[in-house]
């Protein structure tokens, strides 16, 4: 059990220009889940998916945010045209089936908008 | 929606003393989960404790226990024997039991310092 992954760990970008981020949930883990912390709040949720359905989305994630996780296992989460304010570290993290709640963290990506 | 506070931006204690950190949400549902979690300095968030709120007993993890105040609305971390490694970011956070609203509504955080 390697734990959650995430890449890159840092990006750093023009405005205007579009970012991909990678996350690997540990392995079985059928729910995943992608936050952004910006400097000195906790984390705030964006959306999370059961296998491969999306089943909730803050109202956080504007049009220019999209996610997905299409066989179920990665996550991709895609934000177009960059903007400053997207400056901030991106997490994910997933848990397994059944009633346990816990979920695991992975170690971000810091995104910086220039 | 659930909100969770944090009071305390930062707090200190001496190594091997206990310390007490604050949390209050607000919420109107009956039956939820209340978390703790830990990050350390440029480190992923881990786990610390978990209280279930139909639980009256008060959750416990080795030096790590728990003050379930649910009337009060109030869920404090006690740590005992405070050790260098504790120094991190401590969040409280929030989950709701009901399927398809799964997310964590997490507090600002408390910077705790360990001081040798």
């Known amino acids: 059990d390697t734990g959650v992954s995430q890449n890159p760990r840092h990006k750093i970008t023009k405005r205007g220009q579009n970012v991909t981020f990678r996350c690997d949930p540990i392995?079985?883990?059928?729910?995943l889940y992608w936050y952004r912390q910006t400097l000195g709040q906790g984390p705030e949720f964006l959306t999370y998916?059961?296998?491969?359905?999306?089943?909730?989305k803050s109202r956080l994630l504007s049009d220019r945010f999209s996610a997905e996780r299409p066989k179920g296992s990665f996550s991709t989460l895609e934000i177009q045209r960059t903007e400053q304010g997207d400056s901030a570290m991106y997490l994910c993290?997933?848990?397994?089936?059944?009633?346990?709640?816990?979920?695991?963290f992975g170690p971000g990506t810091r995104l910086t908008v220039t | 929606a659930q909100t969770v506070t944090q009071s305390q931006p930062e707090m200190s204690v001496q190594e091997a003393e206990t310390v007490t950190l604050s949390c209050t949400y607000d919420t109107s549902e009956s039956d939820y989960y209340l978390f703790w979690y830990k990050q350390p300095p440029s480190r992923q968030m881990i786990l610390v404790i978990r209280q279930e709120a139909y639980k009256q007993q008060n959750a416990t993890e080795n030096r790590f226990s728990v003050n379930f105040q649910k009337a009060a609305k109030s869920f404090s971390l006690k740590i005992s024997d405070s050790q260098l490694g504790d120094a991190a970011m401590y969040f409280c956070a929030y989950r709701s039991p009901n399927f398809g609203n799964e997310k964590l509504t997490f507090g600002t955080g408390t910077r705790l310092t360990i001081i040798p």
């Open positions: 392995s079985e883990h059928n729910r």
């Open positions: 993290a997933s848990s397994p089936r059944g009633t346990s709640y816990e979920q695991y």
């Open positions: 998916f059961q296998n491969e359905a999306q089943l909730e």
